[in-house]
């Protein structure tokens, strides 16, 4: 058996009374492409920023290499575990060279300046994302596909062996969220993302955990967890989920969501509106 | 390219201390003040103004430029608010709280005084923006900024309430203050400014990475291995230590730190080494030509730096406002 490169056990995260995460238990073996689903308010944001050691668990452990993450210091963590952020720096024309760039402060001293082979390695993250002809316009006059990748470029610079993605697909067009999951997927390293659209997230993942209220209701492969009951229970919807072939023949779920709500709901919100009234 | 411009540089700067020190009163030229700096003759009336009262003003006028422009450029890097600025934190309010005490209570008008009264009272408004901003221990940018402007009111009103009691001519003498002149310059104290400005500019250049990680967001910053409460907390430090002792040896001088670093951002991505050094070194350049200004405009009579400063700032936003507005129509 393949020793687990990231496990959580019993997490717990209470932020001014309230239970934001509660029993968290999963594991993810290196080199694994893991999504995180669940509606808005899920906790799937907190579990990211327990995972970067930005929000701190009031109880449970996380280990990483079978180490726990409170035994790194700052910046061998940082050397370890990157991320992608829904942040986006504005207002202070910086060049897409200088965001990538930022990937290699933890390998860094305070004074040491830019050595050739990092210029190097920043130029081969710009390549790998396709951004090496704009390395000097303004970050903020990217698209938003663009703006992603330079990102993952600044975490690729970075090298971790666990890259944490909070939602890098949200607002992009297809087009780009496909690219963007392809490159994430490219770079063989562990990948925990969480994702929006569900189908995607079904296509790209080895392994999903479904997270609602703060508890992990599933863990498994697309194929076991994406199916109609959960999607009703936990995101409350009514869909169909088909099993289609991909092209390296994988049966992969497709789900086909059905756009109207049914009768009962209708009823239900009609008869609560009658009370607000 | 980068070797292009800083070598440019460095000349206009070398040229501007040569013209600074030649335009005046009575006019001196370049010859007579390089043979004052190299090899100064005491008799010479010409070059002991040049020593005496010329070249400790300039030095002084590019220290304080200089000094602000990289307090100003912290402060809007660590708070990610391109309108962040040395005055907003009610820094400077505390340092004329402090001068007006001064002159008001203990009816005290010596030069030195009033500056160590400055710098205690900036330094009292300094503390208290940072206890206010982090006794919960972590400190929201938000809460931050709104505490400074709502301290720098605060101290205000008290200014303002001395002076409601005062005599015309502590009046007189708080106004002359809080407008800025760099005509108090000595050598006997600029051994203070310039320490404090070169530290400052040197913990800029230190941290520089950290820095501008900060740019990206908090979060991105802790997953680059920065301690970001830890440096902000320090970064503001060293700029309200800054502001602190520039306000209390030059006076009130509004603008710069908000202005150079906009200027230079404009041209140079905020991230390089450069563009640090382009801002210190541009905001020493504005303030000497400010200073030459203020000498030179009116004969015999000497303009506050801070109207000078105030009104080239203003028409630099109210034009940056529209050139912004046509861009965006575009």
Redesign the interface.
């Known amino acids: 058996m393949v020793a687990a490169q990231v496990s959580v056990n019993n997490l717990n995260l209470v932020i001014n009374n309230k239970h934001i995460l509660s029993d968290i238990c999963f594991s993810v073996a290196s080199g694994q492409f893991v999504g995180l689903i669940g509606p808005n308010g899920a906790g799937k944001s907190s579990l990211l920023?327990c995972l970067?050691?930005?929000q701190t668990p009031v109880s449970g452990s996380i280990l990483i290499d079978q180490t726990d993450i409170n035994q790194f210091d700052?910046?061998s963590?940082?050397?370890t575990?990157?991320?992608v952020?829904q942040?986006?720096?504005s207002?202070?024309?910086?060049?897409v060279f200088?965001?990538v760039?930022?990937?290699?402060?933890?390998h860094?001293r305070?004074?040491s300046?830019i050595s050739l082979r990092d210029r190097q390695s920043i130029q081969e993250a710009l390549q790998k994302v396709g951004l090496t002809h704009k390395q000097q316009q303004?970050y903020e006059s990217l698209s938003g596909g663009e703006k992603q990748r330079v990102m993952i470029a600044r975490a690729i610079v970075?090298r971790p062996s666990l890259l944490?993605m909070d939602e890098p697909t949200s607002h992009l067009d297809v087009k780009y969220q496909i690219e963007i999951m392809a490159l994430a997927k490219s770079l063989g390293v562990t990948v925990i993302a969480s994702f929006h659209d569900l189908n995607l997230a079904s296509a790209l993942c080895d392994s999903i955990l479904v997270l609602d209220q703060g508890e992990l209701l599933a863990d498994g492969t697309p194929q076991n967890v994406m199916t109609t009951e959960m999607l009703s229970t936990v995101f409350g919807v009514n869909a169909e989920v088909s099993l289609q072939s991909s092209s390296n023949g994988e049966q992969i779920p497709y789900i086909r969501y059905q756009y109207q709500l049914s009768e009962t709901d209708l009823d239900l919100q009609v008869s609560r509106g009658r009370e607000c009234e | 390219m980068r070797v292009a411009a800083s070598s440019i540089l460095i000349l206009v700067c070398l040229f501007s201390f040569m013209s600074a020190l030649s335009i005046g009163a009575i006019h001196v030229d370049f010859y007579d003040v390089w043979l004052a700096l190299w090899s100064y003759d005491e008799t010479q009336l010409a070059q002991k103004i040049i020593v005496e009262l010329r070249l400790p003003r300039t030095v002084l006028a590019f220290l304080a430029g200089a000094g602000l422009a990289t307090a100003g450029l912290i402060l809007q890097t660590v708070t990610r608010n391109p309108l962040a600025d040395p005055y907003l934190f009610g820094i400077s309010s505390g340092a004329s709280f402090g001068v007006v005490l001064l002159l008001t209570i203990f009816g005290i008008q010596n030069g030195l005084a009033m500056s160590g009264a400055a710098l205690l009272g900036s330094v009292c408004a300094m503390s208290l923006l940072l206890l206010i901003a982090y006794h919960k221990g972590t400190a929201q940018i938000e809460s931050m900024l709104l505490a400074g402007v709502a301290l720098s009111f605060l101290f205000n009103a008290f200014t303002s309430l001395l002076l409601y009691w005062s005599d015309p001519q502590a009046i007189t003498a708080i106004i002359f203050w809080s407008l800025g002149s760099f005509s108090r310059a000595d050598w006997a104290w600029m051994w203070l400014p310039f320490t404090v400005v070169l530290l400052g500019f040197l913990s800029v250049i230190c941290f520089r990475r950290h820095l501008n990680a900060l740019l990206l967001g908090d979060e991105s910053a802790v997953t680059l291995g920065v301690n970001v409460h830890k440096l902000r907390l320090g970064m503001l430090l060293v700029s309200s230590l800054l502001t602190a002792v520039l306000v209390a040896a030059c006076g009130g001088v509004g603008f710069v730190g908000l202005m150079i670093p906009h200027i230079v951002r404009f041209f140079i991505s905020q991230a390089r080494v450069l563009g640090m050094l382009m801002t210190a070194l541009s905001g020493g350049l504005l303030m000497l030509w400010v200073d030459v200004l203020a000498r030179s405009l009116i004969e015999n009579q000497e303009l506050p730096i801070g109207v000078i400063t105030a009104a080239i700032g203003s028409v630099f936003f109210l034009s940056l406002l529209m050139f912004k507005k046509r861009s965006a129509t575009i």
Do not use: C, H, W
């Open positions: 920023r970067y050691r930005f700052r910046l963590y940082a050397r575990v990157a991320a952020l942040e986006i720096p207002q202070f024309n910086l060049a200088d965001v760039a930022m990937g290699i402060t933890p860094k305070l004074f300046s303004p970075q944490l």
